[in-house]
């Protein structure tokens, strides 16, 4: 029986990206397929009526000095839009298969 992975991302997140540079090798080397999830997390924050980190300004300072820790763990680059965080909504609909 092949394990899988269900791998849960939000397109504006940069700690998802971060991982999803990492997922493919995870999955190869525990022989598992890796299956998609694209998840709203600006729905999950609402819902529990709390605001993004990147909108506390001692949050979001900490937030970039953990990403770029990550980021140079892994030795993948790390590139904010000039936006940011970005409404993702729209491609996450485009995601979903119907």
């Known amino acids: 029986m092949t394990q ?8 504006s997140s940069p700690y998802s990206y971060l991982a999803a ?3 493919h090798a995870l999955a190869e080397r525990a022989g598992a ?3 998609w999830r694209p998840f709203l997390l600006g729905a999950i924050f609402k819902a529990q ?3 993004l980190p990147a ?3 001692q ?17 993948v680059p790390l590139n904010f839009p000039s936006r940011f965080p970005i409404n993702a909504v ?9």
Do not use: C
């Open 49 to 51: 009526g709390a605001s």
């Open 4 to 11: 899988t992975i269900e791998f849960f991302f939000e397109l």
């Open 90 to 98: 729209k491609g996450h609909l485009s995601l979903i298969h119907i």
């Open 21 to 23: 540079t990492q997922i």
């Open 33 to 35: 397929s890796v299956v």
């Open 55 to 57: 909108s506390n300004p």
């Open 59 to 75: 949050k979001a300072a900490y937030m970039l000095q953990d990403l770029g820790r990550w980021s140079r763990h892994y030795g």
